[in-house]
């Protein structure tokens, strides 16, 4: 149970709640599948079967559910359309926009429950003790999402943003220039640089060699780098953004190879992968955070209009 992305929050060190306090608030927006009329649901599940909460070794595993009905608008477009072609061949007349909106209302309000339903989940670990969220989302918009069911379910969310000394396109600029990633860390072979002026002109590597003039030049010319690959103590590779956003991660062989070597069934391996997980967590992230510069002292409260670095 990999994540594929992190979206990091500052939660106090150590959070106070309850595990038990936690799985009662959440129950609060348990998911229940859309009904017949509901275009969108949104709902905590099990992520492993049992409680709200799923647990190990002091680490804490939500899941968001969400569950949409899939009604494109050109299908309702079509139909009104017909619709509205007898309407106007019955009275002699086309029907006017109030009469269109009529039809368009009930023409969804028929084709809805026909409709595919789609349903993606989204999971956020919680370390209390040290004092993380992260949400496994591909970007902040849809981290918010979650971010959003979690208040309206919790009494209180202390969720601040990561603020570090440096701004990751900072901080990925000097790296380029000077040739060298931070201690711990390699720079891989993709990169994307773009320019601050509003032509936003912008140049994109990949698995293409990032040393030598040629990026130097881009650098010196005003173009920041946006997305740069980077691997972390031959462990962890991942593609951090200019908003502070860790994709594309790959837990390298060496960590899987370990999470399997004493996990025997479905649920072993489970636990064991998210064991494992959440302790390189506990060193990558603070690396991270030290190559960016260090963390702040009193990060401000979290909002979706502000990058969490």
């Not at 409680?51 to 899939?70: D, K, N, P, Y």
Request: charged share 25%; glycine share 8%.
């Amino acid at each position: 149970m990999w994540f594929r992305n992190l979206q990091l929050y500052r939660l106090p060190a150590p959070w106070k709640l309850e595990l038990s306090a936690l799985v009662e608030q959440l129950a609060r927006g348990r998911f229940v599948p859309c009904g017949s009329q509901d275009p969108l649901s949104r709902g905590w599940v099990p992520p492993r079967g049992g409680e709200l909460v799923h647990f190990v070794g002091g680490q804490w595993l939500l899941s968001l559910a969400v569950e949409q009905r899939l009604l494109p608008s050109s299908v309702v477009n079509d139909e009104v359309k017909e619709r509205a072609g007898k309407m106007a061949a019955e009275q002699g007349y086309p029907p006017g926009r109030k009469a269109l909106r009529d039809l368009k209302d009930q023409v969804t309000t028929e084709l809805l429950p026909r409709a595919f339903l789609r349903r993606r989940k989204t999971p956020v670990w919680i370390d209390p003790v040290h004092g993380w969220l992260g949400v496994d989302a591909p970007s902040l918009m849809k981290a918010e999402e979650v971010l959003e069911h979690l208040r309206q379910c919790l009494d209180d969310l202390p969720l601040a943003l990561v603020k570090t000394q440096h701004s990751p396109a900072a901080a990925m600029s000097g790296w380029l220039a000077a040739g060298d990633a931070p201690a711990g860390f390699t720079v891989d072979r993709d990169c994307e640089l773009k320019s601050t002026d509003e032509e936003k002109a912008a140049v994109r590597y990949v698995r293409h060699p990032l040393e030598g003039d040629e990026i130097k030049a881009h650098l010196t010319a005003g173009k920041l780098p946006t997305r740069l690959a980077l691997t972390w103590d031959d462990r962890i590779s991942f593609v951090l953004t200019e908003k502070g956003e860790i994709k594309r991660l790959a837990f390298l062989d060496v960590i899987k190879e370990n999470a399997g070597q004493d996990a025997g069934n479905a649920e072993e391996i489970f636990d064991a992968e998210f064991a494992l997980m959440a302790g390189e967590f506990a060193r990558f992230i603070p690396a991270l955070l030290e190559a960016l510069g260090g963390e702040q002292a009193a990060p401000e409260a979290a909002s979706q209009d502000e990058p969490p670095f």
